[in-house]
């Protein structure tokens, strides 16, 4: 997705989020829940204000993130060679955060939503997306998976990457239907360790398998 697309996404996204949280805000409590533990049970609270504003606000952040982190990449980490799928999965994340505000919103204003099922979901889709392009990533500072391996050697990040890839596909999947069935909470949470320690430690291996000689 080209650069300008992406941005007028984005716009489109704060501007949802803008709209139900000023539709919202007369009838948010005084306190919006934020988070939500294994349970499903509300554990952080914000002020009404804040609680409406968050979404369009870590929105509005990530857009402007989408285009300041390309332009201060390091040569050799630059992002412009993948920029369309850099724009995809950027937008991916804000999609994701724009389903969990609204959820949360329409939930602390009364309507009758199952908004921890919702969360789960959509971090569940959000992880089958994220892994769709993981594996067409290239070596850079911020995002994917970053460990000192995979960004000392470009075979060991696309060899990294390329089973984090499938990894969060498997994971995303393994939590959209857990949740759907009812499962405990405890399978998803170890779908997201597994999806996310799994390539770190898978890193560090192949690099002392193939070494520098890799690049």
Known sequence: ?????????????????????????????????????????????????????????????????????????????????????????????????????????LGSAGYALPVPTIVMLAVGALLMVLGNYLGKLRKNFFIGIRTPWTLSSDAVWERTHRLGGRLFVLAGAVIVIATLAGAAPWVAIAAIVAAGLIPAAYSLWIYRSIGRSAD
Do not use: D
């Open 1 to 105: 997705m080209k650069p300008a697309r992406t941005l007028i996404v984005s716009a489109i996204f704060v501007l949802i989020a803008v709209v139900v949280a000023v539709w919202l805000y007369p009838r948010l409590p005084v306190r919006v829940p934020i988070r939500w533990n294994a349970e499903g049970q509300a554990s952080a609270y914000a002020s009404s204000f804040w609680g409406a504003a968050m979404p369009a606000l870590a929105i509005l952040a990530l857009a402007v993130l989408t285009v300041v982190l390309p332009a201060i990449s390091p040569r050799r980490f630059a992002i412009t060679p993948f920029a369309a799928i850099y724009g995809i999965v950027m937008l991916a994340i804000q999609g994701a955060i724009l389903v969990i505000g609204m959820a949360s919103l």
